[in-house]
């Protein structure tokens, strides 16, 4: 693995509706990628609205870009993207 990737950390940020089994989803997706992410952040909204945070560590953005399109495919999921954070 390239060094460089090791270090560089990313957030996948994703809104979704209020939604008992939202987070599951979110987690599942890199369970199933055998990831075990570096921090995961959830929060109710005042308006319903459910916001969470996962940080990752050594994941190729382009399979990043596979999680979030992965992501985005639940019906309670408003948005799912991703950014780099170093």
Do not use: T
């Amino acid at each position: 693995m390239d060094s460089s990737l090791a270090l560089s950390r990313r957030r996948l940020q994703v809104v979704a509706d209020a939604d008992p089994g939202a987070i599951g989803r979110v987690v599942e997706a890199f369970q199933n990628l055998n990831i075990i992410p570096r921090r995961v952040s959830a929060e109710f909204s005042s308006n319903d609205v459910l916001h969470m945070e996962v940080d990752v560590c050594g994941v190729a953005d382009d399979q990043l870009a596979l999680i979030a399109r992965k992501i985005r495919q639940s019906p309670c999921i408003v948005n799912a993207y991703w950014h780099q954070l170093d």
